[in-house]
C-alpha cells in the first residue's frame, strides 16, 4: 500500500539554522508528493508540491525535491526563522482517481530566537 | 486561490447529543471531498471519502453509523457524529478536490474542534 514515513519530532532549531526534514514513501507507481505545513491553532496549508521525479517544488524558502531512485522527498530551508515553528507534514496522492492523500506523521518545528 | 470553510470551528456538546459539522467549497465544484481525524500531537487519519450523490467510503474502523457523511451537493458535505462520548472529541478537518484531478491541489478547510464532555 501507499505510505509515507517522516523522521520524528520534535526538532528544535536556532533562527538562521539549517533546516531538513526527511520524508520517504512507498507508493504504487507515481504518485504526486507534497509538503504541508499546520500553524499552532490553524488548518493545512500546502506549502510546496511536486507532480513527477525531479520535480523541485519551492516556497517561502522551502525546497524539496522529487527523488524516484531514493522515493524521497526531503523538506528543506537554508535559514529557518521563529515564524516558521509549526508541524509539518509530508504526503502523497496516486496519481489516478479522486483518491485522498496519504499523510507522513507529521514533524513539529521549533525555532527559537 | 479555492477556499473550503468549515462550520463550526469549535463545538462543545454533552454526551449523547449528536454533532453536525459543515464543509463547503466556497468558490468551486467538489464532486470528491474527504474526511480526517485528528488526535492531539498526531498526524490526519483518513475517516471517509465523501462522493457528491452516492454513499461516502469508510475507512476499516470507522463506524458509519457513528460517523454519518452526507453529500448532497457539489458544495457542501457534512458530518455528524452520532451520539458523541467523550472519545470523540477530536479535531475533524475535511478536504476538497479542487480542479486538476488528482495532481491538482486539495484544498482543506480550517478544521472543526469537537469536545465532548
Known amino acids: 500500500g501507499n505510505s509515507v514515513t517522516q523522521m520524528e519530532g520534535p526538532v528544535t532549531l536556532s533562527e538562521e539554522a539549517f533546516l531538513t526534514i526527511n520524508c520517504t514513501y512507498t507508493?504504487?507507481?507515481?504518485?504526486?508528493l507534497f509538503w504541508y505545513v499546520q500553524y499552532p491553532g490553524e488548518g493545512l496549508q500546502l506549502l510546496l508540491k511536486?507532480?513527477?521525479?525531479?520535480d523541485k517544488g519551492s516556497n517561502k524558502g522551502f525546497e524539496a525535491t522529487y527523488r524516484k531512485e531514493t522515493t524521497s522527498f526531503h523538506l528543506e530551508k537554508g535559514s529557518v526563522q521563529v515564524s516558521d515553528s509549526a508541524v509539518y507534514f509530508c504526503?502523497?496522492?496516486?496519481?489516478?482517481?479522486?483518491?485522498?492523500?496519504?499523510f507522513g506523521k507529521g514533524t513539529r518545528l521549533s525555532v527559537i530566537a | 486561490g479555492a477556499v473550503v470553510s468549515q462550520h463550526p470551528s469549535w463545538v462543545i456538546c454533552k454526551s449523547g447529543t449528536s454533532v453536525k459539522i459543515e464543509c463547503r467549497s466556497l468558490?468551486?465544484?467538489?464532486?470528491?471531498m474527504f474526511w480526517y481525524r485528528q488526535f492531539p500531537k498526531q498526524s490526519l487519519m483518513l475517516m471517509a471519502t465523501?462522493?457528491?450523490?452516492?454513499?461516502?467510503?469508510?475507512e476499516q474502523g470507522v463506524e458509519k453509523d457513528k460517523f454519518l457523511i452526507n453529500h448532497a451537493s457539489l458544495t457542501l458535505s457534512t458530518l455528524t457524529v452520532t451520539s458523541a462520548h467523550p472519545e470523540d472529541s477530536s479535531f475533524y478537518i475535511c478536504?476538497?478536490?479542487?480542479?486538476?484531478?488528482?495532481?491538482?491541489?486539495?484544498?482543506f478547510g480550517e478544521g472543526s474542534r469537537l469536545t465532548v464532555l
Open positions: 478536504s476538497a478536490l479542487g480542479w486538476g484531478g488528482p495532481t491538482g491541489e486539495l484544498f
Open positions: 507508493a504504487t507507481g507515481y504518485p504526486s
Open positions: 511536486a507532480t513527477k521525479a525531479d
Open positions: 504526503a502523497l496522492i496516486r496519481n489516478s482517481g479522486n483518491t485522498p492523500l496519504v
Open positions: 468558490d468551486f465544484q467538489a464532486t470528491t
Open positions: 465523501s462522493n457528491e450523490g452516492s454513499k461516502a467510503t469508510y
